[in-house]
């Protein structure tokens, strides 16, 4: 189920408006369960590190009554860190020394404890968020835990979900101390899921044709570079639109593989009856391709702008004005470096806050973004933004970004806007490549077909109910 998301300052309100609540008392609580259920039978030596903020008051509360569980407890402050014992075994390492509120690097006694947490082979709970990662971006500030297990409290984080973080919070619980949050605050930013879009998710009627599913166009396939739009195409037809015309820039008549995509010149492409568009895979930067760009921003047709088309638009102000002015729906999908060109910026910035980069890009380009890496981080158009949590390391490999071109292709010509569009297809992407279940060594075109059955799932394809739960 989609979980909301809330940014620091957006936390602090939330506390602000539960000021008669217990939040610290509960929070120990909440930490002293999970932590009693972590630690080894055998091994009731719990090490709690505590800093100086809340978030060392919640550690020693959950100190106190893990004592009253009978575990063995030592806690330790940066005061500690030269006379822990190299050799002692743990059974369990809590990590209370900084939450959400850590602006700084860690250095110094407070590096030290976060090396030794690290060092254990035992599990390690964070409490709220492991110390040293940023609650708003997942960045590592100098050092940071690696916990087994994060639970965090009230509700999510972006820190917990991007970048960084997915490496050092283990397993997130997150425990909501009684509070309603979305009562409290209301959320902008979710993390992606089906559910959002239900309403949308419907089996085919009997009487259907493929008109109805929308025909697409995809531009690209330069030489040397045919394979991305074939990617593109073969995605788009199994992810269920009626008809995909190919616009190949590289004279290629018929793919042996699909021979149901229709590969034709671009202008002819272009020329169709259609529904949306996707230009850049392939596409390559010549003035050929800068001319299709321009043909397609200029078009009142729904449109996914990838790979070339996207660094195309960065060093043109003719194109980034037309991709500004557009009514119907844009969907950019740039990674960090294609990003940073369109920012004007470096790699390093953009990655440094994910999501304040794609607001930005949102606002600018008048468009749909999504910010590809670990953790994608989507922003709609009207500034609601989502963190997308499928996927895995697996998925580092060339034509990725082509598979999901063309899903978002598919899903706009099946009529889906362009923030549905967006979140359901960058999801169902992650999911797929969940299910290949391959890890090193996965291709993009293995996930076309798991992606297919998902979202023949999600539709709930025989008129049965959609399957929402099947999947993380």
Known sequence: ?????????????????????????????????????????????????????????????????????????????????????????????????????????????????????????????????????????????????????????????????????????????????????????????????????????????????????????????AAGMTGAALLAGRAALKLGAGRVYVGMLEELSLDPATPELMLRHPDDALGQDLDAIVVGPGLGQSGRAEALVGAVLASDMPCVVDADALNLVADNKDLRAACAQRRADTLLTPHPAEAARLLGAKTAEVQQDRLAAVQRLSRELNANVVLKGNGSVMVARDGHWFVNTSGNAGMASAGMGDVLSGILGALLAQKLSGEAAMVLGVHLHGLAADECNVGVGLTASELIGPARAIWNRWLGKSGSEPDFHSHR
């Open 1 to 221: 189920m989609s979980q909301p998301i809330y940014l620091t300052n957006d936390i602090r309100r939330i506390e602000e408006a539960a000021k008669d609540v217990p939040l610290m008392q509960r929070a120990g609580a909440a930490a002293a369960e999970l932590a009693a259920k972590l630690a080894a039978d055998t091994a009731k030596d719990v090490l709690v590190l505590a800093g100086p903020g809340n978030n060392g008051g919640d550690a020693r509360i959950a100190a106190d009554l893990l004592r009253q569980k009978f575990f063995r407890i030592t806690v330790a402050t940066a005061a500690d860190a030269a006379t822990l014992p190299v050799d002692r075994r743990w059974g369990l390492v809590v990590d209370g020394l900084f939450g959400i509120g850590l602006a700084r690097g860690i250095e110094g006694d407070f590096a030290k404890l976060v090396s030794y947490a690290n060092a254990q082979d035992c599990p390690v709970l964070a409490l709220d968020i492991p110390s040293g990662i940023a609650s708003d971006t997942g960045r590592v500030l100098g050092h940071a835990v690696r916990a087994t297990h994060t639970i965090t409290f009230i509700a999510l984080k972006p820190g917990l979900l991007t970048l960084d973080g997915p490496d050092h919070c283990g397993e997130v619980t997150v425990a909501d101390l009684g509070l309603d949050a979305r009562k409290l605050v209301r959320p902008t930013g979710w993390t992606a899921a089906p559910q959002l879009f239900a309403d949308m998710l419907k089996p085919r009627p009997q009487n259907f044709h493929k008109g109805l599913a929308g025909s697409l166009a995809i531009l690209g396939g």
